[in-house]
């Protein structure tokens, strides 16, 4: 019965456990959960964990070096974790952060706006773009903008000829 005993630890392709941690609480300032999921019901991180692995590469320093300078000013200006915030102190953060208003002294190898301006790019990717990119889980921001789902493009060829029988 060993494996009745198993934890699942999730795993990411380029990001730790606390650093998918902080992103989760920031895309999820982005996109809230209300009466409709947010970012964190539709996969988000796994989107940019994904995407930053195989299609951006160059943006994987450029995300950890925005994460351990906001987890840094969050220690220095509250003694939490950006995740540890509840959810206004949160959104004064970023407010800040967006506003280049977070202490200079974690934020001189990039530009605070740059980086939220970059997690808000792919947070709106991963919530509304297609599901097989690793984002918009269950198809979420579909069913929240009562839309269905779109067909790919000469992938009708198959359905026409079925019909056509």
């Given amino acids: 019965m060993p494996a009745c005993s198993y934890q699942f630890k999730k795993t990411y392709r380029i990001l730790s ?21 947010g970012a964190t019901d539709a996969g988000v991180i796994n989107f940019i964990d994904k995407q930053v692995s ?7 320093d450029f995300i950890k070096k925005g994460v351990d300078a906001l987890q840094a000013s969050c220690q220095a200006l509250f003694k939490k974790k950006y995740e540890e915030l509840d959810f206004d ?25 740059t980086f939220f301006n970059k997690i808000i790019q792919r947070t709106m990717q991963g919530f509304y773009g297609m599901p097989r990119h690793g984002g ?5 921001s579909y069913r929240m903008l009562k839309l269905d789902y779109p067909l790919l493009v000469g992938q009708n060829r198959y359905r026409k000829w079925k019909t056509n029988m």
């Fill in 89 to 113: 102190t949160q959104t004064t953060v970023a407010t800040s952060m967006e506003k280049n208003e977070l202490p200079d002294e974690f934020w001189s190898e990039i530009k605070q706006s």
């Fill in 17 to 37: 456990n606390d650093e998918a941690s902080c992103l989760i609480a920031l895309c999820e300032q982005i996109i809230p959960a209300d009466k409709d999921p």
């Fill in 54 to 60: 195989l299609r951006f590469p160059e943006e994987k």
């Fill in 136 to 140: 918009n889980k269950d198809y979420v």
